[in-house]
T-cell receptor, first 115, second 110 residues
């Protein structure tokens, strides 16, 4: 069965612009989480969506937002990009809401570079 | 809050050497514990997991045992291969999203 698909794989944007990243979860999975990975901060949780509702949110500014559609696909948006937003953005899907022993399956990520 | 501490890398080993990557955690309640691996240019892959004390997770020759008394989940492999070169992340999940360690880069040389 197909894995988690993230598009695009690579993106270069200019400071001040906005960007939208897409994630298609594994078929049948209803939970999608987003993580930011940087060399300095490691992997940090952004937010989680389950059945089109945001269930958890990490400690990121309001410039970071997301949504989930009825087919479980998810998008995240970053507005007014800053150089520090350059990172690998990873999406993870789970069959159920992310708690306890729920396994999360990750996509290959979108590498965002802000110049 | 919940946190994971991993040994700093990088770790460089010769092929067929024994591997240990230390992981300790701080968490309230009874979290599930995971090891993920990230190959160059890829996302994270689940390597193994354990959901309660004394559980042993294993996969592809890797093992880790959930030790509640020492709050540890050390990753071990008896004989590493060049193809095991990657970054390894220890993670926990109580009733929250995954919390990751900083990662340990492993390089295996032939």
């Amino acid at each position: 069965k197909a894995g988690v698909t993230q598009t695009p794989r690579y993106l270069i944007k200019t400071r001040g612009q906005q960007v939208t990243l897409s994630c298609s979860p594994i078929s049948g999975h209803r939970s999608v989480s987003w993580y930011q990975q940087t060399p300095g901060q490691g992997l940090q949780f952004l937010f989680e969506y389950f059945s089109e509702t945001q269930r958890n949110k990490g400690n990121f500014p309001g410039r970071f937002s997301g949504r989930q559609f009825s087919n479980s696909r998810s998008e995240m948006n970053v507005s007014t990009l800053e150089l520090g937003d350059s990172a690998l953005y990873l999406c993870a899907s789970s069959y159920r809401e992310g708690r306890g022993n729920t396994e999360a399956f990750f996509g290959q990520g979108t590498r965002l570079t802000v110049v | 809050g919940d946190s994971v501490t991993q040994m700093e890398g990088p770790v460089t080993l010769s092929e067929e050497a024994f591997l240990t990557i230390n992981c300790t955690y701080t968490a309230t309640g009874y979290p599930s514990l995971f090891w993920y691996v990230q190959y160059p240019g890829e996302g994270l892959q689940l390597l193994l997991k354990a959901t309660k004390a004394d559980d042993k997770g294993s996969n592809k020759g890797f093992e880790a045992t959930y030790r509640k008394e020492t709050t540890s989940f050390h990753l071990e492999k008896g004989s590493v291969q060049v193809s095991d070169s990657a970054v390894y992340f220890c993670a926990l999940r109580p009733n929250t999203p995954l919390v990751f360690g900083k990662g340990t880069r492993l390089s295996v040389i032939a």
